[in-house]
């Protein structure tokens, strides 16, 4: 099970940190993705972080904002969200995928936390 927070409202050049919880699982063979989904919009990628080797992959469009990172022995992501724009409003899902299909996309994952709303206001 995954559970996600740490959403919230900000105001535009604001940070937040969301958090993503495992448990049921060998947390740290797991790859753990971040996903947002704006309102009629479809699910898109946002950041990921590898089970073995911890490489980190953004989407560019939160290249140099957005930071993941793990911490296994708390069974914990993050995302740390710095620099934040109106357009990254959405609801954050984290997820977890067993590392058999390419990590930019959503059907590589087979675990979803419940997601977190995060608003940026302008």
């Known amino acids: 099970q995954l559970q996600a927070s740490g959403g919230g409202l900000v105001q535009a050049g604001g940070s937040l940190r969301l958090s993503c919880a495992a448990s049921?699982?060998?947390?740290?063979?797991?790859?753990m993705g971040w996903f947002r989904q704006a309102p009629g919009k479809e699910r898109e990628f946002v950041a990921t972080?590898?089970?073995?080797?911890?490489?980190?992959y953004n989407a560019d469009s939160v290249k140099g904002r957005f930071t993941i990172s793990r911490d296994n022995a708390k069974n914990t992501v993050y995302l740390q969200m710095d620099n934040l724009k109106p357009e990254d409003t959405a609801v954050y899902y984290c997820a977890a995928g067993s590392g058999s299909g390419p990590i930019r996309y959503a059907f590589s994952y087979d675990s979803w936390g419940q997601g977190t709303l995060v608003t940026v206001s302008s």
């Open positions: 049921g699982r060998t947390f740290s063979n797991y790859n």
């Open positions: 972080i590898t089970g073995r080797g911890g490489r980190t």
